[in-house]
């Protein structure tokens, strides 16, 4: 549920953070006619990494990092301090977004209300800057000018909101000291906790897979951090390949880490070429720290069953033993149907379906292209 709200704020309304910036965002998010999703919904970032999250099914506010539970020591109304804002924000959003579904003339369908907040510090010059916007359904909604103390309205239906927000002088004021005074302040007191965490750098596992051998191989990294400056490609004598290669989405894990696939078109490469391919992963962040892994058959991990495949005997060896099982299970059910002992009859062939054939189920893990 987490990633998907976090996939849906950033894709929506998240400002792009970059790596010279530290950033504390909240977000806030009502759904209307969304399956299975909470009705409410708030989740803390800090540099894009969820650190909060609080929903309408549980009404509580959990932490998200280790980093954390070392903070919450220091300030231990500090969560609970979050959980009572979404509940005060809980009840007017769920009532803001029935508002926009009946002035913009909406009956049904899947509707979305969304407002991003909070600031950014530059790390080398310490300025601030402090962002508070709307979304509806996809798109932006209105947005508060901090410089100006004035509300943008980009469409129409925002109009009458902004004439409104616009007269209440002393909340913009108030907003306007929070984004840029106590949300930098607050930054900086998570940073001493965060920064170790947030800075760090994990290598991934990288894998070279294929299911069969007419297939593209895919090169899997996983469990990798931070995803920001994470780099992976496909390269042929020391230069970049673009022919016959796609690419695969950064993706997050659920320890939050990260894993990202390239694909190569093997059938399109000669496979005397083979040993001029690479697959490549780095962090572009200047240490020089290549993974290298080539296009080597020995290493594939494959679903190929022939002859021949070290992996594939190997699974051609289980089957033959599995089949041979599965024999004298029949042979030894037919001898209990010919003494019509219906009793040890379907005693026996329960161990058979729900014991046995499990155990020779076989299931590998490859890219799904």
């Known amino acids: 549920m987490l990633k998907m709200i976090k996939l849906i704020s950033v894709l929506l309304l998240s400002p792009m953070t970059s790596s010279v910036k530290d950033s504390l965002s909240f977000f806030l998010t009502a759904t209307l006619g969304v399956p299975k999703m909470p009705k409410f919904m708030g989740v803390v970032m800090v540099n894009n990494e969820p650190v909060g999250y609080y929903d309408s099914h549980t ?71 402090g962002f508070n916007r709307y979304g509806y359904n996809g798109e932006d909604f209105i947005l508060l000018d901090m410089d100006t103390e004035t509300w943008i309205a980009p469409q129409r239906a925002a109009e009458l909101t902004k004439v409104r927000w616009d007269a209440e002088v002393a909340t913009i004021q108030f907003m306007k000291h929070f984004y840029l005074n106590d949300c930098a302040q607050w ?37 990798f951090y931070p995803d920001h400056t994470a780099k992976m490609f496909w390269r042929k004598d020391g230069k970049e390949v673009r022919n016959h290669v796609a690419a695969g989405e950064i993706l997050p894990n659920h320890d939050g880490t990260f894993q990202k696939s390239v694909y190569l078109n093997v059938s399109a490469v000669p496979e005397d070429e083979w040993a001029e391919y690479e697959c490549v992963f780095y962090f572009d962040n200047g240490a020089q720290d290549e993974m290298v892994t080539a296009l080597d058959k020995a290493v594939i991990k494959t679903n190929d069953l022939l002859p021949g495949s070290v992996f594939g005997g190997t699974v051609m060896v289980l089957l033959l033993l599995a089949a041979g099982v599965l024999v004298a299970g029949v042979l030894v059910a037919c001898r209990f149907r010919r003494r019509k002992d219906s009793g040890e009859y379907q005693k026996f062939m329960r161990i058979l379906i729900h014991v046995l054939l499990p155990s020779f189920c076989l299931k590998i893990p490859l890219c799904d292209r």
């Open 59 to 129: 009404n509580v506010a959990v932490h998200k990092q280790t980093w954390v539970q070392e903070y919450l020591k220091k300030d231990r109304q500090h969560l609970e301090w979050y959980a009572d804002q979404c509940r005060a924000h809980q009840s007017d959003f769920n009532a803001d977004i029935y508002n926009l579904k009946r002035r913009s003339n909406q009956t049904g369908g899947v509707h979305i209300l969304q407002r991003v907040s909070g600031c950014e510090v530059d790390k080398g010059t310490g300025a601030v800057s």
């Open 187 to 223: 930054i900086d007191n998570y940073m001493v906790y965060a920064r170790k965490f947030l800075d760090r750098t994990v290598h991934p596992k990288v894998a070279l897979l294929q299911k069969m051998p007419w297939s593209v191989v895919c090169c899997h990294a996983t469990g």
